[in-house]
């Protein structure tokens, strides 16, 4: 990085932190401090759900998993508009009408405060797990990548966002969001424009879409009806709806953006606005994965993209045989770019979806794969500690070794912002959940507003804190991305569950709730261990796709709590 590239990042950063911390200081009440006034347009409200959403792991891993996987990871997102329009239609409206401050204070009016208590603690759980993978994900690429200590920027991340949400609460996560997705959006139009400009002359938008499809990433939609596989249409349209249905509504840290409006319309606005953005955001975010793919068929590309592993090599007995899979990849990817530059220029655009010529090419892209992963047992076989698995290492790899003096610094305030804006929501909502749905009930005495802004804020302190402890500790999975919606499916469907019970199984009471949702957790980790986690581990297919467990805990939640009210007398399941 040259100094430019430090001045636009630092500045960038320092902007959003004493912008945050300035526009919203102050806050003296409960209701300005966690609703942040309650004066906020759908515009601030739309754009504020987003960042919540697309934390570092989003513009992090999404283009890895474009690279690697093709275009098909977009069906997860298929849902959410169904998902928004539901909740402007039934959530939205009874919050503002009970006027609370958490999504699960309705829990207590419905059924008791245990259940609130319960669904709460689930919350806590989920997304304190949350905010430590979103302050980890960009840790530990810039980390491995730029060579920085990963517990020095797990801090300075973390410190920064503590900063302004302690000091402006609510508010101040809204009010910086707006201009870090601007910053965002800016940064990755360039970086999707330039890679473009970065191809062989000659390789036109449309040719470049074809070589992907040649190469199979282009295939968006898949209609199969396999359980197994994590990422179909009806996955997306069921699963995905299901997990949208519950991290939009019922989540804290997205309930608090939208409770946070001037009125009932306008948080309608703003959650339809998302709705409607979502998917081509990120199908935009996959295209430059694509793109990024497309790149790398005309330039050389690292066997690992995780520069550690090169270095575990290095060192190592096993140099010589990396060094040879190394010159295999190469071989490869000089035969796909004669391949490649062949067939477009002399037969044009058409030929070469030809059966004979894209046979030739998965050829050519099945052998590639099989170096990699070769060379990821010789990784293991020198150091086991290390990350093999590249994903979300592609895109930064670009970034530092293609893009201009400056826009180096713009791509990676882009990611450090992403991490902070998520981060500011988590932690603002954690420390409200705290407040209004274990603290508060639980306390003593008449307390002042200023008590409980007080309070609220030492919870964010310690939530962030904790956050950050979590990173330090954290480790890779397969893909983040995954990860954190892997976490979320866990529990989302239960708490989805039992607002739904709620709203719409009014003879259903509150101890009935209860047992069901403490049974159905335990199920659902059963069903993650045993069906997804263990085959996973034994290097099997996993039997099921982890967005189903959306559709499960929610099912199995709402029929045990029928069942337990319907066939045990009442006083046979008072706690």
Known sequence: MQLIDWIV????????VLYGAWKTRGSSTVKDYIRGGNDAKWWTIGLSVMATQASAITFLSTPGQAFHSGMGFVQFYIGVPIAMIIICMIFIPLYHRLNVYTAYEYLESRFDLKTRTLTAVFFLIQRS????????????????????????LNIIIGLLVIIYTVSGGTKAVSVTQKYQMAIIFSGMFIAFFLVIDYLPDGITFSKALDIAGASGKMEVLNFSFDLDNRYTFWTGIIGGTFLALSYFGTDQSQVQRYLSGKSIKESQLGLLFNGLLKVPMQFFILLVGIMVFVFYQFNQAPLNFNPAAKEAIVDSQYKDEYTFLENDLSKIQQQKEEFINKHIATYGKESIRKSEAKDFLENLNKSETETREAAKKLIKKANPDIETNDKDYVFIHFILNNLPKGLIGLLLAVILSAAMSSTASELNALASTTVIDLYKPNVKGEKSEKHFVLMTMLFTLLWGLLAIFVACFAN????????????????????????MLAFFVKFVKSNATFIAAIITQVVILLIFYFAIYRPEQMGLKPMLGYLWLNLIGCTIVMFLAIILQLIIPTKRIEL
Do not use: M, R
Request: charged share 0%; net charge negative; aromatic share 12%.
């Open 9 to 16: 990042l630092g500045g960038t950063l320092l902007f959003i």
């Open 476 to 499: 890779l999975f397969d893909n983040l991305i995954q990860l954190v919606n892997i976490i979320g499916s866990i529990f989302y469907g239960n708490v989805l569950g039992i607002f």
């Open 129 to 152: 797990l949350a905010a430590g993978i979103t302050i980890f994900a960009p840790s530990i690429i810039l980390s491995a990548v730029l060579g920085w200590n990963l517990t020095i």
